[in-house]
C-alpha cells in the first residue's frame, strides 16, 4: 500500500497531483498518452458492439431463468436428497449469474446501446434485496468516479473494515476479522444497508427524507424478496411435503450467492498491491490520471472462461473499472491490450487466481486489525 | 381474464423481481409485461424493393381501422430502431406492414425480415381514416403513400356495394407500382372503383398539381369528392395548395422526416418539456449543464459519461455524442445528458 506524501515532484512534472509511486516514472505527456490509447480501445470495441454482443447478454439471460425454474421447480420435491442437492444447486447459479453477469452489467448501462426496455439500466430490478436504484447511486455514482479515492470512495472497507493504512486505527478494528466472515453469508443484507447511507444522514449530507424513501423502497423489495424464498417456494413445496427442505435449500442458495458475491467483490480492490489515492492527489485530474488511478486502485482474478462468467466478468475488475460501461463479454479481449500497455508503460497490473487473492485480502483484512 | 390476472398475480410471487411474462418468453416470444411483440408470419415480395410483412401480434395490440399505422420496433446490430409505417391490410384482416427499401431500417426490414422474426410494436394509431357515412372517394397517392389508401380500398370496395372510389395513383413504372396486381383485378370486379395510373416513366412528367389540369383529365368530378392524399412531402404540398385554392376537403398523411434536422449543426436550442423550459446551449455546454444552468433538477451521476444515472429520453432532434463527436438519436432514445450536446434544436422529456 502506497500513500505517496505530496511534493515529491520530478522538476519536469507540472501538475499539482502527485501521482502514486508505482506511477511516479511517467511524466505527463506519458499519461495523457496513455489516456488517448485507452480511450481509442473504448472506441474500438464500441465501434464493434453488435448483433452478436445482445445474442450473448439473451443468451445468458434465457440461461439464469431456465436454470432458475428448474431449480425452483426441482425443490418442490426438495425432501429427496438429490432434488434437493440438483435444485439448490440450479438455484445458486441462477441467482450468481442474475446477480453479476446479468445484473451488476445491466445496471451499469453495458447494454442499453441495446435500446432494450427489457435489459436496460434505467429498467432492471435485481434479484438481490438492495434496489437497483439505491445500488446505483452509491455503486456508479460514487465508487466509481472516485475509486479507491480515501475519505471519497466509502467502497474502501464500506464504513465498516479498515482496509487500508490510511484509514486511522480505532479500538473496534479488533474485530476486522470477525465482520468479514459474518458479513459473507448475508453480504445482501450488508449492502443494502450500506446503501442506505447512513454516514451520510449523519454527516448532513443525506436528508432525512431521502433515507425514510430510501427505507421504503428497501422494506417493499425486502417483502417481496423474502416472500418468494422463504415463504412462497417452500409453501408450494408443502404440497409433497418438502417445505422444510425448501426452506433450508433457498436459505443455502442465498447464503452461497452471498459468499460468492462477497469473495469476488473483495477481490476487486482489497489485495495487496493495489494503491489508493488521498484527495489531494486526484486535484485537477486529467483524464489519463483518471485511467491510471482505476489501474492502480483494482485487481483482476485469474481463472477460465467459467470463472469469469460466475464472477460477472468483475474478473476483469481493471478493465471494468477502466470502461464500466462495456459490455463484460468483450472485457477479455480488452484485458489483452490492456495488460500489454501497462507492460509498455512499466504499470503493475495486479492478478492472481482466486484462491491467492481472497487468501490476500483476508491477510490484509487480519493485519490491519492491529495498528 | 379475472383468472388470468389472478393467476399471473400469484405467479409473481415466484418471479419477482421478473415478471411471470419474463419467463413465459422461454417458450413464447411474444410473451412481455413491457414492450408490446409481434411475430412474424410471412414476408411477401410485391415489387423488387418492397415486400408485405404479416405478423401475429401479441396481447395488448388493438385491431386497426383501415388507414392507420403502427410503430414499429427492430433491430439492427444488436440496436433497437423504430419507424412508424402504415398498416396496408382492410380493417378486420391480421395486419400487415408494406414497406419500401428506403433508409437504413426499411431496407433492413425488407432484406432482412424472416417469418419467426420477432417485431416490436405499438399498437395503431392516426386519424388518417375513411369517413364514417358513405360517400364519393377520390384518393391521390404516390409511390409508398398508397400503402394506408390500400388498407381503406381492401376495407371498403370488396365488402361495401355503394362504395365509390376513385385512386390516381401515381409511380416510375408498372414494375415498381404497389399491389398493381390487386388493384386491376378489383378493377374487374368492382365497377364502384375505377383506378387511374400514372406512371412518370412512360409519361415523361410527373403529376402536375400546380393547375388542375391533370386531374380534371383524370377524374373530372374530383370537387365533388372527399379527397385524401399520401405520398412525398413535396406532393402532399401541392395537393395541399391546390385544394386550398379550389376550397374543397382533402386529408393528408405525412409520413415522418426520415433525416433529423441539425446533423452538422453545433448547439441549438433545447427543450425539457416537462420542465416547460428552453435555453440555448452551445456546441461547449452538455445537455446537463444546460439544464442545471437553466436551475432545472436533472439527473446526474459521475458527469463523464459512465454511471448512465443522467440517462433522459429524447423527444426530437440530434445530440452530438462530447467523446466521438457523433451525431446521433431518435425520439424515444435515451441520451446521456452529462456527454451530449445539441447537434441543432433538441427536445427531452426532463
Known amino acids: 500500500m502506497t500513500i505517496v506524501t505530496p511534493f515529491l515532484l520530478d522538476s519536469g512534472q507540472r501538475t499539482a497531483a502527485p501521482k502514486p509511486s508505482t506511477a511516479a516514472h511517467l511524466t505527463d505527456a506519458q499519461v495523457e498518452d496513455l489516456g488517448r490509447e485507452l480511450d481509442a480501445l473504448r472506441e474500438s470495441v464500441v465501434a464493434t458492439r453488435g448483433a452478436k454482443d445482445a445474442a450473448y447478454i439473451r443468451r445468458v439471460i434465457a440461461t439464469q431463468r431456465s436454470l432458475e425454474l428448474a431449480g425452483r421447480a426441482t425443490l418442490l420435491l426438495a425432501k429427496h436428497k438429490p432434488a434437493w442437492i440438483a435444485g439448490t444447486g440450479m438455484l445458486t447459479v441462477a441467482k450468481i449469474l442474475e446477480n453479476m453477469e446479468i445484473g451488476h452489467n445491466v445496471l451499469h448501462g453495458q447494454w442499453d446501446w441495446m435500446r432494450d426496455p427489457d435489459i436496460h439500466s434505467t429498467t432492471w430490478e435485481w434479484d438481490f434485496v438492495t434496489p437497483s436504484k439505491a445500488w446505483q447511486h452509491t455503486h456508479n455514482d460514487l465508487h466509481h468516479t472516485w475509486t479507491n479515492v480515501l475519505g471519497k470512495d466509502r467502497d474502501v472497507g464500506y464504513n465498516v473494515f479498515r482496509v487500508d493504512e490510511g484509514q486511522p486505527w480505532q479500538w473496534w478494528n479488533l474485530g476486522n476479522p470477525l465482520y468479514n466472515a459474518m458479513l459473507a453469508p448475508f453480504f445482501e443484507f450488508g449492502i443494502a444497508i450500506y446503501d442506505l447511507e447512513f454516514d451520510q444522514v449523519r454527516e448532513g449530507t443525506k436528508s432525512k427524507a431521502d433515507l425514510k424513501q430510501g427505507l421504503k423502497a428497501l422494506g417493499a423489495k425486502f417483502l417481496k424478496q423474502v416472500a418468494k424464498d422463504y415463504v412462497a417456494t417452500p409453501a408450494a413445496a408443502m404440497l409433497t411435503g418438502s417445505g422444510k427442505q425448501a426452506l433450508t435449500a433457498t436459505v443455502t442458495a442465498n447464503a452461497a450467492r452471498n459468499v460468492w458475491a462477497h469473495a469476488v467483490i473483495f477481490c476487486g480492490h482489497f489485495p495487496e498491491g493495489v494503491d489508493t489515492f488521498t484527495e489531494e492527489q486526484i486535484e485537477g485530474e486529467t483524464r489519463g490520471d483518471w485511467y491510471l488511478r482505476q489501474m492502480l486502485g483494482s485487481a483482476n482474478i485469474s481463472g477460465s472462461k467459467l470463472m469469469h462468467l460466475m464472477t460477472g466478468n468483475l474478473s476483469f475488475q481493471i478493465e471494468h473499472h477502466l470502461f464500466p460501461d462495456l459490455p463484460s463479454n468483450r472485457y477479455a479481449e480488452v484485458a489483452v491490450k490492456v495488460r500489454e500497455i501497462c507492460e509498455r508503460y512499466g504499470l503493475p497490473y495486479t492478478t492472481g487466481p482466486l484462491p491467492k487473492q481472497v487468501g490476500s485480502y483476508w491477510a490484509k483484512i487480519f493485519r490491519l486489525a492491529l495498528p | ?210 393547375t388542375t389540369a391533370d386531374l380534371d383529365a383524370a377524374c373530372p368530378d374530383w370537387r365533388d369528392r372527399a379527397a385524401y392524399a399520401c405520398g412525398p412531402a413535396d406532393f402532399l404540398d401541392a395537393a395541399e395548395a391546390l ?70 429520453p429524447l423527444l426530437s432532434g440530434q445530440v452530438r455524442d462530447t467523446r466521438t463527436g457523433e451525431v446521433h438519436g431518435e425520439p424515444g432514445h435515451l441520451v446521456q445528458t452529462c456527454v451530449s450536446t445539441a447537434a441543432g434544436p433538441v427536445s427531452l422529456d426532463a
Open chain 2, 1 to 210: 381474464m379475472p383468472q388470468l390476472r389472478l393467476f399471473t398475480r400469484l405467479a409473481s410471487a415466484f418471479t419477482t423481481p421478473r415478471s411471470p411474462e419474463d419467463f413465459l418468453r422461454l417458450i413464447d416470444p411474444l410473451s412481455s409485461a413491457r414492450q408490446l411483440r409481434g411475430l412474424v408470419t410471412a414476408v411477401v415480395p410485391e415489387t423488387a424493393d418492397s415486400v408485405t410483412i404479416r405478423f401475429r401480434p401479441g396481447r395488448g395490440w388493438n385491431a386497426h381501422e383501415a388507414g392507420q399505422w403502427a410503430r414499429i420496433g427492430v433491430e439492427i446490430d444488436g440496436v433497437r430502431h423504430w419507424r412508424s409505417y402504415s398498416l396496408s391490410t382492410g380493417a378486420g384482416q391480421d395486419p400487415a406492414i408494406t414497406v419500401t427499401a428506403m433508409g437504413k431500417v426499411s431496407t433492413a426490414l425488407v432484406r432482412g425480415t424472416r417469418p419467426g422474426d420477432v417485431l416490436f410494436l405499438a399498437p395503431p394509431e392516426g386519424d388518417f381514416v375513411l369517413p364514417e357515412s358513405p360517400r364519393p372517394l377520390l384518393m391521390l397517392t404516390a409511390g409508398s403513400g398508397l400503402t394506408p389508401v390500400m388498407s381503406m380500398i381492401r376495407t371498403l370496395v370488396p365488402r361495401r356495394a355503394d362504395a365509390d372510389l376513385v385512386l390516381v395513383h401515381s409511380s416510375r413504372s408498372p414494375e415498381d407500382s404497389l399491389f398493381r396486381e390487386e388493384l386491376l383485378e378489383l378493377t374487374d370486379q368492382f365497377p364502384g372503383f375505377r383506378l387511374v395510373q400514372w406512371f412518370t416513366g412512360e409519361r415523361g412528367r410527373r403529376l402536375d398539381l400546380a
Open chain 2, 243 to 312: 385544394w386550398n385554392r379550389e376550397e374543397g376537403e382533402l386529408r393528408v398523411e405525412r409520413f415522418a422526416a426520415v433525416v433529423a434536422p441539425g446533423s452538422g449543426g453545433e448547439g441549438g436550442r433545447v427543450t425539457f418539456e416537462k420542465s416547460d423550459t428552453e435555453v440555448e446551449a452551445d456546441s461547449g455546454t452538455t445537455l446537463l449543464a444546460a439544464g442545471e444552468d437553466a436551475g432545472l433538477m436533472m439527473r446526474s451521476g459521475c458527469r463523464m459519461g459512465i454511471c448512465h444515472a443522467c440517462v433522459t
